[in-house]
């Protein structure tokens, strides 16, 4: 590698300069202090875990994002984090808590590829999650708080995707789909491609009622007015997908109430997560960018293999995302510039400025220094014996 090419990070890997890290790092801890006023307390997960500790369960879907590495002290496989969530549920396992439980996380994960064209491998992951309770008022309290996020991150004009993987897998399994029946029509359903989706139904053995149904599926997206149509479309649905849509409309109408504004988007094949989630799924969007700036969703008995599977809901965002797509900045900070001269009275007086949180930048011989440059608006005078903060000016 030449010299000119050694200061290059990999693909997908980036590094926080000034101001940005100074961005990032006020929002995580005004996030980590919504959170904390909800109740939620924050867990930190180790960076990396044995491998089989780290996939086991829904984890598994995450291995082919996960680098993997050889434990030196044990001969044992590492996985590097790809998602908290998993490493989450471990430690509400180990805990081996009856109550409800909250927690928050923040850290940075890991992944082999990055999400869509050009996505970072490196997220700063973001998120909370709710254990102990299976209804659906605390898919909505995880909701009110992902938009609150969102909210104090500054992004603007927040759409809502509401979802509910249950109504497919009820469907599918009332049609007595194969697997491989169940996964060829749940990727054209994705990708919402009605006529491969009707071929496809037309070749399997199903009886109208079922076929009109699994159809419909693809076209039941818009407004709230959706699960009207809905509820008339899939009558003949069994039960669990009659009580699914049901929890989709009281999720509905009561994030609704909280948000009167929301602009909320009801897809019945919106199916992120399929294999992970077990109810409903949810994602926000911002206009410019095609991607979601935050999604979670229910997924009940998530820690099963560890011995305690508990209902389950949560989200989780990139801290990175929020930053890039605020709508807020910060204003440059400022501090006082401090002369190099050796002066006990003048050490006092930048002791002082520090200990109440003031930014004081001294100058150190033979550098230069430019007050400007280094962001002071204020400089430290001495007069008459004493040292005194003034305005900086450009003759200064």
């Known amino acids: 590698m030449a010299i000119d090419d050694r200061w290059l990070l990999p693909d997908g890997i980036e590094e926080l300069l000034p101001p940005e890290a100074r961005r990032l790092e006020s929002l995580r801890q005004a996030l980590l ?25 829904t984890g598994n879907d995450l291995d082919l994002q996960t680098f993997k590495l050889t434990d030196q ?52 992951q973001v998120g909370a999650e709710l254990y102990g309770h299976d209804g659906y008022e605390s898919d ?31 469907l599918a399994r009332q049609a007595a789909l194969t697997q491989e029946q169940e996964r060829l029509l749940f990727d054209a359903l994705q990708r919402k491609a009605l ?3 009707q071929e496809q139904l037309h070749s399997y053995t199903l009886g109208t009622a079922m076929r009109e149904m699994l159809l419909a599926l693809a076209e039941l997206h818009g407004g709230e007015d959706v699960l009207d149509s809905a509820a008339y479309i899939l009558r ?19 994030v609704r109430r909280q948000e009167p504004d929301l602009p909320i988007h009801c897809d019945l094949a919106e199916l ?47 801290l990175r995302t929020l930053l890039a797509l605020s709508a807020t900045r910060e204003a440059s900070p400022t501090g006082i510039f401090a002369p190099e001269q050796e002066d006990p009275a003048l050490e006092h007086c930048i002791a002082a400025l520090r200990r109440n949180g003031t930014r004081v930048i001294r100058a150190l011989p033979g550098a230069r220094a430019d007050p400007l440059e280094l962001g002071c608006d204020r400089i430290l005078s ?15």
Not at 106 to 124: A, K, N, Y
Not at 382 to 396: F, I, M, Q, T, Y
Request: glycine content about 12%; overall charge neutral; hydrophobic content about 40%.
């Open 140 to 170: 909505v309290e995880i909701l009110r708080l992902m938009l609150q996020t969102l909210a104090v991150a500054g992004l603007a004009e927040v759409h809502l995707d509401l979802g509910h993987v249950a109504i497919y897998r009820g």
């Open 195 to 197: 006529p491969e989706i």
């Open 236 to 254: 003949e649905a069994p039960r669990d997908v009659q009580q699914a849509l049901a929890t989709l409309r009281q999720t509905a109408a009561a």
């Open 272 to 318: 992120r997560g399929y294999h992970y989630h077990t109810g409903l799924v949810f994602a926000a969007y911002v206009p410019g960018y095609g991607q979601a700036v935050a999604k979670g969703g229910r997924y009940d008995g998530i820690a099963r293999v560890f011995g305690h599977a508990r209902p389950a809901t949560g989200f989780s965002a990139d």
């Open 73 to 124: 002290l044990s001969g044992r496989l590492l996985g590097v984090r790809a998602d908290m969530t998993p490493q989450v549920a471990r430690i509400d396992a180990h805990l081996r808590r009856d109550a409800l439980t909250r927690f928050c996380y923040m850290g940075t994960v890991l992944r082999t590829r990055g999400d869509g064209f050009g996505g970072s491998r490196s997220p700063i």
């Open 382 to 396: 001495k007069h008459d014996g004493v040292w005194r903060v003034e305005p900086l000016n450009a003759d200064s």
């Open 33 to 57: 202090s919504l959170y904390d006023s909800w109740g939620y307390e924050q867990v930190i997960p180790p960076f990396v875990e044995f491998l089989e500790s780290l996939l086991t369960g």
